[in-house]
């Protein structure tokens, strides 16, 4: 069974940062693309940022353009966690984070940016 299981957000004033975490297992971690999806209040899915697997695109991120720059996505597949690095948070930012296979879908983890 695939368990996906975010963890790190927080509550944090506009212009700080936050890391948050997603640890998985079930899956073929190494070779598996994954992604960080948000859904703030009241709205749609957004997907936000992706990263390939080492062997099959050495690692490379793609980001949407409202989190270009600011966000960072990193992996460590000896230990199956994806981490999404949060700078220079916005009010916008305000939503509950997912972390996916593009098949499995963890909880989600809540941030909150306000002051």
């Known amino acids: 069974e695939v368990q996906l299981v975010e963890s790190g957000g927080d509550l944090v004033q506009p212009g700080g940062s936050l890391r948050l975490s997603c640890a998985a297992s079930g899956l073929s971690f190494s070779t598996t693309v994954m992604l960080w999806v948000r859904q703030a209040p009241g709205k749609g899915l957004e997907w936000i940022s992706a990263?390939?697997?080492?062997?099959?695109?050495?690692?490379?991120?793609s980001f949407a353009d409202s989190v270009e720059g600011r966000f960072a996505i990193s992996r460590d597949d000896a230990e199956s966690f994806v981490y999404l690095q949060m700078d220079s948070v916005a009010p916008e930012d305000t939503a509950v984070y997912y972390c996916?296979?593009?098949?499995?879908w963890g909880q989600g983890t809540q941030v909150t940016i306000s002051s």
């Open positions: 996916t296979d593009g098949l499995n």
């Open positions: 990263i390939n697997s080492v062997h099959n695109g050495g690692a490379s991120a």
